[in-house]
Every structure is written in structure tokens, then in C-alpha cells.
């Protein structure tokens, strides 16, 4: 599974990192990028929980 982080939504709130912080992270530019290409099973719950909890909906999966 593959989660992606829409840059031009992004408004760079870290809560996404702060959730899964082994799935994003914040890049130079101020905003989220996902780390991994595929999410490991073990990342997957708290991958979806920062997706669900993204304030501008910036986070999807592929």
C-alpha cells in the first residue's frame, strides 16, 4: 500500500509525521512527503490515522 501526500493542499502541519512518523516526514519545502514507497503492514493503521486526521485532506492512497 502506498500513501501519497498532495503538495499543492499540503499546508506542512506535521500532524501526519507526528502520527506516523516512520510512513512521512517533512521536507525543505515546509510540507509533508511520504518516506516509504510501500507502507510496511506494521505502519499501515497509523498511516490511515494520519490520513484521517490530515486538517486539508492532503493525504491519499494509491
Known amino acids: ?12 502541519c506535521g ?3 507526528g502520527t506516523a512518523p516512520d510512513v512521512f516526514t517533512m521536507a525543505d519545502i515546509g510540507k509533508a512527503v511520504a518516506i516509504e514507497e510501500d507502507v510496511e503492514e506494521s505502519n499501515i493503521a497509523v498511516a490511515q490515522e494520519a490520513m484521517e486526521g ?9
Open 1 to 12: 500500500m502506498k500513501f501519497c501526500v498532495d503538495q499543492a493542499t499540503c499546508i506542512g
Open 15 to 17: 500532524l501526519c509525521v
Open 54 to 62: 490530515c486538517p486539508v485532506s492532503a493525504i491519499f492512497e494509491e
